[in-house]
């Protein structure tokens, strides 16, 4: 190979948009002629991919295949839930399958790799991109981000209906300062270490076949540069042997974060530190063949990138077929399928969080006579599918008030009002929105955020409701109807109003094509919510960060004076992490270990007995958190290490075990050793991570090294 084919494969372009779809440029056209370029993102469809494909194979020198890549984030064109709610749902059966399918229906449109899933831990709810999360909770996210990989990947990459998966944004882009996405992260080790990076060592150890460089710097070294956490961390330490792709114009930022004079020396840089293809930026195509032939770039650098592109080509089966992703049939077949439509509508229920249901008002009959239906939101077609939709069309989603009215039963009226729209400071809806409540048995109140609110580059100053939402809220509210209030946001929001005055409340995020039918199910009791919160519900802004695994201070906050609390709002969040709430009650009872004492190396049982102590059969999310008592450097209040999502019938009763390794109890110590160390330790089982029982073990011995930080046991 050349130098400018080399440094081809590692360069990757984005399509345009057509009037018949994506395609490439005329330009683009020539570039994959001359063997000089590797991969493009943006461009899918069969017909399409197919055509490129045999111009790269048979009319390029080499006759190297692309690799075609898409952000098949949370569904291709069947759009589930976005990952934030998908989280909720607390069940990587769920995440594999709607990585599954977006996999089928992406590949049968000729695309071979991913960039998901997303496993940026975050405890940033002004950030836009936590929509695009697995939530705050490190064993959580790392427990999705095994389910997503495997889904994506199947069994074998070889099989044309899997996609490379892509392990992103590494690493600490979840934290940035202000809450402003691409902004800075500053952070300890320790933090790195316990928080970021699990979520990432999961991903690796389930074979995701890439992982994407961050826009952040950490510590002062931007992530495309980060020659310690790329080579270092994931490769050397990790063994990790996989692609490493660029973000979005990634290596060029370089110079604007100020490590780099040039373009030149931001893409030698970038390749050094083991970022392998150029997303966009043309640098390692256009720019760094002159570099190498004049030896500022050296040439084992380049080749080592260059196999692993061509490594992932091979494991894609791309030699052995190059067209085996592009068959027009196989496209027509898997898409938006009937099949494809029942497992995202029931991903989407598992993903409704109830957040409040004072007097039962929930579930609503079927015969409630008027039901008013009230705000904009619940007919907004195309927030439904929340951003990063992939290829899914609004004509395809479902209605909150369409499926309303067809839930209904036939003695329901159900009437509709706009009230106001998201970011509206109008409030002439309001008196139609309120006569039309006064004259209903029920108000349904629609409220949140449109779907470009969260996502890249939506960070926000507020979490409250947008617009004169709460306003409108406050209006129906005081015609003395009962009220229900959908939430449907990319971001946890700051309702506390809605929480003190409106009995009924249901998180339901941004869930796909399927949204008004799983919203529906859960209102009229056709299916019993079970969902619970991945991430912290603050009172206000100003709470940010809260989080459930934080330290305890020396002064832990208290109804009393210099202690470590506000003057003017209770320390406490409004919705604590795992918070969720069901048709039915659940009772925990009977916390226990099977032994008292422990070895540092050796493993403890924890079990519980669960018992549905309702009238309804429904879902429990049994939560399993540890503590360690006294440490050589202070740990968390609570981390979670364990959970089970049950069935139970009423009176039925459950016993749930889960056992405790020495990966669970281990932290990093004042050396940077993972350790086991000797001494007490609390475990803590309940529907929440605020709503537990107790129980408590000794460790003894001598510390124990324990390897590494990473997610552990869930299904």
């Known amino acids: 190979m050349t130098v400018e084919e080399k440094l081809g494969q590692l360069a ?62 949370h569904g291709f ?38 960039f998901a899933p997303m496993l940026d831990v975050t405890r940033e709810p002004r950030w836009g991109r936590i929509m695009e999360s697995f939530g705050e909770d490190p064993y959580l996210s790392s427990v999705m981000a095994r389910a997503g990989v495997e889904g994506f990947q199947g069994d074998d990459l070889s099989d044309p209906r899997t996609l490379l998966s892509t392990a992103k ?99 030698v840089k970038a390749l050094r530190a083991g970022v392998d293809v150029d997303m966009v930026s043309g640098i390692y195509g256009d720019v760094l063949p002159e570099v190498a032939r004049d030896g500022r770039l050296d040439e084992e650098t380049v080749d080592r990138a260059v196999r692993r592109v061509l490594r992932a080509k091979h494991r894609a089966g791309l030699f052995e077929d190059p067209y085996r992703y592009c068959k027009p049939d196989r496209e027509d077949a898997n898409t938006l399928t009937d099949e494809h439509r029942r497992s995202a509508r029931r991903v989407a229920r598992e993903s409704i969080v109830l957040l409040k249901n004072e007097g039962d008002l929930l579930p609503l009959s079927k015969d409630a006579g008027t039901i008013a239906v009230i705000g904009s939101l619940a007919v907004d077609r195309r927030s439904v599918l929340g951003e990063w939709a992939g290829a899914g069309r609004a004509e395809d989603a479902v209605t909150i008030l369409e499926s309303i009215r067809r839930g209904a039963g036939p003695d329901a009226e159900v009437r509709y009002a706009k009230g106001a729209g998201v970011t509206s400071t109008s409030k002439a809806g309001f008196d139609e929105a309120a006569a039309l409540a006064r004259e209903a048995e029920v108000a349904v109140l629609v ?66 094509t399927e949204m008004g039918n799983a919203v529906a199910d859960v209102l009229f009791g056709d299916y019993n919510p079970a969902g619970s919160l991945p991430v912290t519900f603050p009172r206000n802004v100003g709470q940010v960060p809260i ?42 009872d009977d916390l226990r270990v099977s032994t008292e004492r422990v070895e540092a190396s ?39 290490r364990g959970f089970r999502r049950i069935h139970l019938e009423p009176g039925e009763v459950e016993t749930v075990t889960i056992t405790l390794g020495p990966e669970d109890l281990a932290f990093y110590n004042r050396n940077g050793e993972y350790v086991v160390e000797p001494g007490y330790f609390k475990v803590f089982a309940g529907g929440s991570s605020r709503d537990v029982i107790e129980a408590s073990f000794r460790v003894v011995g001598e510390p124990h090294r324990a390897g590494v930080a990473r997610g552990g046991k869930a299904e």
């Open 447 to 512: 409220l949140g955020e449109s779907y470009d609110m969260s996502g890249e580059a939506a960070s926000r100053t507020s979490i409250d409701l947008p617009g004169v939402q709460r306003a409108l809220a406050k209006k129906v509210y005081q015609t003395g109807t009962p009220t229900v209030a959908v939430l449907t946001n990319g971001r946890p929001l700051a309702v506390s109003w809605l929480d003190d005055n409106v009995p009924a409340i249901l998180e339901t995020w941004h869930l796909g």
């Open 169 to 267: 944004h590494y690493v600490a882009y979840g934290a940035p300062q202000a809450g402003r996405d691409y902004n800075t992260v500053d952070l300890s080790r320790r933090t790195l270490r316990e928080v970021f990076l699990p979520p990432f060592r999961a991903a690796a150890d389930a074979g995701a076949a890439s992982v994407m460089a961050a826009f952040n710097e950490v510590n002062g070294i931007p992530m495309h540069a980060h020659d310690r956490l790329i080579n270092g961390v994931l490769r050397d330490e990790w063994g990790w042997n996989g692609l490493l792709v660029s973000d979005y114009t990634g290596v060029r930022e370089l110079i604007q974060h100020g490590i780099a004079a040039s373009k030149a020396e931001a893409g």
């Open 12 to 73: 990757q372009y984005t399509g345009q948009w057509a009037t018949t779809g994506p395609e490439a440029s005329a330009d683009q056209e020539a570039l994959i002629r001359d063997g000089a370029v590797g991969s493009f993102l943006n461009i899918y469809g069969a017909e399409e991919t197919c055509r490129l494909q045999r111009m790269a194979v048979e009319e390029s020198r080499l006759g190297i295949p692309l690799l075609f890549a898409y952000d098949v984030v």
């Open 547 to 588: 989080y459930y695994n934080h330290k305890n201070t020396g002064r832990p906050p208290a109804e009393k004076d210099y202690t470590s609390r506000y003057l003017n709002t209770p320390w406490t969040p409004l919705y604590p992490f795992g918070h969720g709430l069901s048709y039915t009650t659940f009772a925990y």
């Open 77 to 114: 064109r069947t759009v589930f839930p976005m990952p934030l709610a998908m989280a909720s749902s607390w069940n990587p059966s769920m995440a594999r399958r709607a990585a599954r399918v977006g996999a089928m229906e992406a590949s049968a449109a000729g695309v071979h790799w991913t």
């Open 602 to 640: 050796g493993e403890v049982g924890v079990s519980v007995d669960v018992t549905n102590t309702g009238e309804r059969a429904g879902d429990e999310i049994v939560q399993f958190y540890v503590r360690d008592s006294v440490a050589s450097v202070t740990r968390p209040v609570k981390e979670l």
